[in-house]
T-cell receptor, first 115, second 114 residues
Framework: DQQVKQNSPSLSVQEGRISILNCDYT??????FLWYKKYPAEGPTFLIS?????DKNEDGRFTVFLNKSAKHLSLHIVPSQPGDSAVYFC??????????????FGTGTRLTIIP | DAGVIQSPRHEVTEMGQEVTLRCKPI?????LFWYRQTMMRGLELLIY????????DSGMPEDRFSAKMPNASFSTLKIQPSEPRDSAVYFC????????????FGEGSRLTVL
């Protein structure tokens, strides 16, 4: 079963507008969440993370929101730039309370920024 | 640091052949992970090691798959015999205990089994 779900395989956004990528999870033991970005023919690279004790974390143009009651997180990119075109993976772990370092990933969302 | 190094970058083989993928983690990292990327399932964890010891291999699809970590700087993922459905990109990643929980990925090995 897919414990981390990204229900939108693709998303297109105009340059300069806000991109919102969504992720849902089912495992209530997850307490740490990350977003990764992946360009073609490269490995995924870390973008931003949030722990379950917070509901928002911001880093420049990137903000991640966590709604624990809904088991939902989202990544906001504003303003969107052409270089943001990539596949974005949501990931989760139970590292904080359970010491489990392994990350469970979603299936990814391909973001295309239209100039 | 050179980052996580994987080889080969591309492998094309015929069904039934043995395939060996290699990984050198970042020096000082004590966790090593093998993931497989497919369109249908995204990034799937196959196995991970802590201090060279396999901790969780529940993601290894079948007995045809095996992984070893003989020392802190080297790991292999072997498929024997390979099948067309094993075609995917295989990623190795490493991290360290007490870090941010971020995994550092290699560039991947693209495997095509004909």
């Amino acid at each position: 079963d897919q414990q981390v779900k990204q229900n939108s395989p693709s998303l297109s956004v105009q340059e300069g507008r806000i991109s919102i990528l969504n992720c849902d999870y089912t495992n209530s033991m997850f307490d740490y969440f990350l977003w990764y970005k992946k360009y073609p023919a490269e490995g995924p690279t870390f973008l931003i993370s949030i722990s379950s004790i917070k509901d928002k974390n911001e880093d420049g143009r990137f903000t991640v929101f966590l709604n624990k009651s809904a088991k939902h997180l989202s990544l906001h990119i504003v303003p969107s730039q052409p270089g943001d075109s990539a596949v974005y993976f949501c990931a989760a772990s139970a590292r904080l309370n359970f010491g489990n370092e392994k990350l469970t990933f979603g299936t990814g969302t391909r973001l295309t920024i239209i100039p | 640091d050179a980052g996580v190094i994987q080889s080969p970058r591309h492998e094309v083989t015929e069904m039934g052949q043995e395939v060996t993928l290699r990984c050198k983690p970042i020096s000082g990292h004590d966790y090593l992970f093998w993931y497989r990327q497919t369109m249908m399932r995204g990034l799937e964890l196959l196995i991970y090691f802590n201090n060279n010891v396999p901790i969780d291999d529940s993601g290894m699809p079948e007995d045809r798959f095996s992984a070893k970590m003989p020392n802190a700087s080297f790991s292999t993922l072997k498929i024997q015999p390979s099948e067309p459905r094993d075609s995917a990109v295989y990623f190795c990643a490493s991290s360290f205990w007490g870090g941010t929980g971020e995994l550092f990925f290699g560039e991947g090995s693209r495997l095509t089994v004909l």
